[in-house]
C-alpha cells in the first residue's frame, strides 16, 4: 500500500529521482543520436583515424588518445601530422569545455535549484528549466564516468599487449640475426667450391685444409666470443646453433630468453622460457620458421 | 492582510545563478582560460597529450570550485556529502584516465611507428641479400681460369638497365623500398635499399636518391662475400 502510494506521488512529481533518471537515459540516447550524426555529416568516417565513434562530447581523453593513436598511423604511412590544428583537436577542447565546465555547472545548477524547489511549495516555469539542466548535466557526467572505468579495468590486458610487444622485438632480433647468418653460411658455401668448380661444402677453408662451419663466419668479425668450432654460441640472451642435415642443406636454431613473466611458449627443456625460430639454409634459399 | 496574490508571489521562488551562486562569469573565464591553455600549448608543442593535460588544469581547478559551491545551502547534508563523493570520485577517476590514456597511447604510437621501422629495416635486407646472393653464387660457381668480374656479371643479369649512369634503379621489394646498385672501381657492387617514407635515427642524413633522413642500408658485394650495414 505504502509502495502504491510512493509511486503515485513520485509519477505526480516531475522533479522525482525516477524521473530524472528517465530524463538523464534519454538526454543520452539524443546525444548519441545526434553525435553519430554529426560524425557521418563531417565524413569522419576515415578507417584511419579510429576515433569516428567515440563518444564525442564526453569523453576528451578518448579523443585525445585517438588523436595520439591516429598520428602514430600516419607516421607509419610516412605522413608527418604532429602539431596540426584539425577538426578532431576542435572537437577534443569542446569535450572538454562540455565534460568538465558546462555540463557539470549544469548539473550542479540543477541539484540546487531542485533542492529549493523542494523546499518551497511551488515553482512557476521552473521545473522544465531544472529538468533539462539535470538531464543535460547528468548525461554528460554519466557519459564521462566509464572511460575511467574501462581504463582501470583493460589495464591487466595491457600489461599483457607490452609484454608481448616485447617478446615481438627479441623475436623480430633474433631473426634479423639469424637472416644474416644464414646468408652468410651461403657465402661460406659457394666459396668453398673448388677451383675448377663443383665440390661445393658447408665445411669451410681453415689453414689450408677444410673444418667444419664456424660459428664466426656466420655471425661476423667480433660478434662472436671467440672464433671456435663449436656449434653453440650465445650472446646476451640469444642462443645461436647450427646443423648441418645434408650436402646441401644446413640449419640454424636461435633461442632467446623472454624477460619476466615468461613467454606465450612453454618452457624449453632446460627449464628457461624461451622463444625459438629455425632457420633452413639451401645454397640459395633461405626458410624461417617461428617454433611454437 | 496579505491578499492571495502577494502569498502566492511570496511562495514562489527565484532561481539560482548557474552553480548556484558561482555566476556565470566565472564559467566563461574558466573556459576562456582552458580554450587559451590548451590552444596555446598544442600550438607550441605540437602535442596532443601535453595540451590536453595543461587545459585540464584550470578545468580542473573550476570544478573543485564548483564542487565547493555546490555543497553550499540550500542543499541538505546527505545531498551535499553525494555530491562531495561524487565529485572526488569523478575527478580522481578523470585524472586517472588521463595518466593512464596519456601513456597507453603514446605507447600505441610509438609502437605503430616502430613497426613501420622494423618492416621497412626487414624488407630492405631481404631485398639487398635476395639481390646479391644469386650473382655470388654464379661468380663462384665459375671455373677459375674463365672467371668474369663480379660487376660484368650483375651487371648482365640487369642488362636492361642503362650502366652509364653510374648509380641505376632496381627492382625494390616494395613500393616503400627503393633499391639502387652502383659498381666501385675495385670491381665490388655496392647495393643501397632506401626508405620510401619511413625516417631513419638522422633526420638530416643524405641518402643517395637525394631524400633526406630516410631509412637506408647498404649490403657490398665481392669476391670474399657480401658485408651489410645499416647506415641510417
Known amino acids: ?292 | 492582510m496579505k491578499s492571495v496574490h502577494d502569498m502566492e508571489r511570496h511562495r514562489t521562488i527565484r532561481l539560482p545563478r548557474i552553480a548556484g551562486g558561482m555566476p556565470v562569469v566565472w564559467l566563461v573565464i574558466a573556459m576562456v582560460v582552458t580554450c587559451g591553455t590548451f590552444s596555446g600549448v598544442y600550438i607550441t608543442t605540437g602535442d596532443i597529450w601535453t595540451a590536453a593535460l595543461a587545459g585540464g588544469i584550470p578545468a580542473l581547478i573550476y570544478m573543485a570550485g564548483l564542487t565547493v559551491h555546490a555543497t553550499c545551502t540550500p542543499a541538505s547534508r546527505r545531498c551535499r556529502i553525494a555530491v562531495m563523493l561524487v565529485a572526488v570520485t569523478v575527478l580522481t577517476g578523470i585524472s586517472a584516465e588521463f595518466m593512464v590514456l596519456s601513456s597507453r597511447t603514446r605507447w600505441q604510437a610509438d609502437m605503430i611507428a616502430g613497426t613501420g621501422v622494423s618492416y621497412d629495416r626487414s624488407a630492405m635486407m631481404s631485398a639487398l641479400f635476395s639481390t646479391a646472393s644469386p650473382v655470388f653464387a654464379s661468380y663462384q660457381q665459375q671455373p677459375q681460369r674463365k672467371r668474369r668480374a663480379m660487376a660484368e656479371i650483375f651487371k648482365d643479369s640487369w642488362s636492361t638497365r642503362d650502366w652509364t649512369t653510374g648509380m641505376v634503379t632496381l627492382d625494390g621489394p616494395s613500393e616503400r623500398v627503393n633499391v639502387y646498385a652502383s659498381t666501385t672501381p675495385d670491381g665490388a657492387i655496392v647495393l643501397t635499399a632506401v626508405a620510401a617514407v619511413t625516417p631513419g635515427g638522422d633526420a638530416a642524413f643524405a641518402n643517395v636518391n637525394g631524400c633526406i633522413g630516410r631509412l637506408q642500408s647498404r649490403l657490398l658485394l665481392n669476391g670474399k662475400g657480401m658485408s651489410y650495414e645499416i647506415e641510417n
Not at chain 1, 615468461?262 to 628457461?272: E, M
Not at chain 1, 633452413?280 to 620458421?289: A, K, S, W, Y
Open chain 1, 1 to 292: 500500500m505504502k509502495f502504491r502510494i510512493d509511486l503515485q506521488r513520485a509519477v505526480k512529481d516531475p522533479l522525482h529521482g525516477i524521473w530524472i533518471a528517465c530524463y538523464i537515459g534519454a538526454a543520452m540516447i539524443a546525444l548519441g543520436a545526434v553525435q553519430e550524426s554529426f560524425v557521418h555529416v563531417a565524413g569522419w568516417g576515415d578507417p584511419a583515424i579510429p576515433i569516428a565513434h567515440a563518444v564525442l562530447p564526453a569523453q576528451p581523453a578518448v579523443l585525445a588518445g585517438g588523436i595520439e593513436v591516429a598520428e602514430g598511423i600516419l607516421q607509419f604511412s610516412g605522413h608527418t601530422a604532429r602539431g596540426v590544428w584539425s577538426g578532431y583537436v576542435t572537437t577534443t577542447l569542446m569535450a572538454m569545455l562540455i565534460s568538465y565546465m558546462v555540463g557539470p555547472a549544469l548539473l550542479v545548477w540543477g541539484i540546487r535549484a531542485r533542492a529549493r524547489h523542494r523546499q518551497q511549495i511551488a515553482v512557476r516555469g521552473g521545473v522544465p528549466a531544472i529538468a533539462a539542466a539535470l538531464a543535460l548535466g547528468g548525461s554528460t557526467l554519466a557519459a564521462v564516468v566509464p572511460a575511467p572505468l574501462y581504463a582501470l579495468v583493460s589495464h591487466r590486458t595491457y600489461t599483457m599487449l607490452e609484454r608481448d610487444h616485447r617478446h615481438s622485438e627479441a623475436l623480430d632480433d633474433l631473426s634479423v640475426e639469424l637472416y644474416v647468418m644464414a646468408r652468410n653460411a651461403q657465402v661460406e658455401y659457394h666459396r668453398s667450391g673448388e677451383p675448377r668448380g663443383g665440390g661445393h661444402t658447408w665445411l669451410t677453408p681453415v689453414h689450408g685444409r677444410k673444418g667444419p662451419l664456424r660459428m664466426c663466419d656466420l655471425l661476423g668479425p667480433g660478434r662472436g666470443p671467440q672464433c671456435t668450432e663449436s656449434a653453440h654460441v650465445t650472446i646476451g640472451r640469444q642462443m645461436f646453433s647450427l646443423r648441418i642435415e645434408r650436402a646441401d642443406s644446413l640449419t640454424l636454431h636461435g633461442l632467446v630468453v623472454c624477460e619476466p613473466p615468461g613467454c606465450p611458449a612453454p618452457a624449453d627443456t632446460s627449464g628457461q622460457d624461451t622463444l625459438s625460430m629455425v632457420v633452413g639454409v639451401t645454397p640459395l634459399n633461405v626458410n624461417m620458421i617461428f617454433e611454437e
